[in-house]
């Protein structure tokens, strides 16, 4: 199972009839934003602002941003909102009622399948942070729609259910992560399989975060702040801290396993601190593709709310004479240990990878609440992959189970370090 296989369906089902009908006809698409007020939200809906005529927001989701997400609802008018808690949506509807404002507030995990599902929606921007985004994404693909995927952890933690919710519903899914976004740009619009496509590697660049250079001992000195001053993007909190650790080019690994059919020994990651090369394929012929551009997240998401076709993003354009010179060098795995344990855990299979997702998640909070040293989250990490190496997780609720036994296991460890 794999994107690739979803998309090879193109036209063989009815949803994909109905989903090239929606780009072709005058009506816009109904948009549901799950991660409304976070970094990949606001960029979205950026995009869809410039664009009315095409796409009309649905429904939006927010967490602790209570009145970033108020400001959403009264300029984009959704049918619905989505709030963690009863207090909050209570509040939020009471305010927006007095703006005059007929957005529906709703609050759980349920309404955030609901909206992620409901009849009307064509497609669903996954962007919660974390394995929280998993349920509604998955109810987005299980109920075949376009998904436009940010959120990596669902397929970390769920690669296999996920892509198979994917190939059965018939859902299109699109890669919004802008190394996944680059591949999916750089492969055939046909290709059916890696092999069939004559693809020998695919190639995720990392910028290598903002502690490229620092050495061992001064990593274990490092601040939340310093972690999420990323050098070429803005991001929410944790994948900032995924990226100076370099777990997030190990998520992305798993990712770009899941989504492109890949074995662990055609995915290679490249250090590329300008990140101005997105991604790139090597065919086995030599030639090598790949998708440049100004790092901006707009790109990808604007690539993947129009595919196939293409739509201004407000990105600015690429000036190739004020680059500077572009350079690559090998992720250093002593330094950045992360990167080798998501290897490992992809090698190892099974559950594995969602065992490294949950570790990661606490690890990461921890160390963004100031209770324990960036060091400590591999070790945390690599604690839990030796405990639950035998996990295998025969269906959903299993891995669920198992998702909170990893956590429960983390915060025990946590507490010790801190102790
Ligand atoms: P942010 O932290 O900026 O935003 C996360 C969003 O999820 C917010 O809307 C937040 O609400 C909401 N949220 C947080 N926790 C929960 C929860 N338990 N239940 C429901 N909603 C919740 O993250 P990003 O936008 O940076 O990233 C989102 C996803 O996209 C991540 O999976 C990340 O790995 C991925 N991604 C991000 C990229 C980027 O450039 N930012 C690039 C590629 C992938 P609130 O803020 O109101 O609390
Ligand atoms: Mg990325």
Known sequence: ???????????????????????????????????????????????????????????????????????????????????????????????????????????????????????????????????????????????????????KEALVMAGRFFMEAVTESGARLLPIDSEHNAIFQSL??????????????IILTASG?????????????????QACAHPNWVMGRKISVDSASLMNKGLEVIEARWLFDAIPEQIEVVVHPQSVIHSMVRYRDGSVLAQLGTPDMRTPIAHALAWPERITAGVAALDFLSLPPLTFEQPDLVRFPALSLAFAALEQGADAPAVLNAANEIAVAAFLAEKIRFTAIPQLVENALTHFAHANSGCLDDLFALDQAVRSYTLQHVERITC
């Open 1 to 151: 199972m794999s994107l690739l296989s979803s998309l090879s369906l193109n036209g063989k089902n009815e949803r994909d009839n109905r989903v090239k009908q929606q780009v072709s006809s005058s009506s816009p698409q109904l948009l549901t934003v799950l991660g409304a007020t976070g970094t990949i939200g606001v960029n979205t809906l950026d995009v869809v602002a410039r664009h009315p005529d095409r796409y009309q927001v649905f429904a939006l989701s927010g967490g602790q941003q209570i009145d970033k997400l108020a400001q959403q609802c009264i300029q984009f008018q959704p049918r619905y909102a989505v709030t963690l808690e009863a207090a909050s949506a209570a509040q939020l509807q009471q305010g927006l009622r007095q703006q005059g404002c007929t957005t529906e507030v709703l609050y759980g995990a349920e309404a955030l399948q609901q909206i992620a599902a409901h009849p009307d929606v064509d497609a669903v921007m996954a962007a919660i942070v974390g394995a929280a985004g998993l349920p509604p994404a998955l109810a987005a693909a299980q109920a075949g729609k376009k998904v436009l995927l940010a959120n």
């Open 188 to 201: 055939p619009a046909d290709c059916v399989s890696l092999a069939q496509a004559g693809v020998e590697k």
């Open 209 to 225: 975060g903002p502690f490229r250079q620092f050495s061992a001992e001064a990593l274990s000195s490092v601040t939340p702040a």
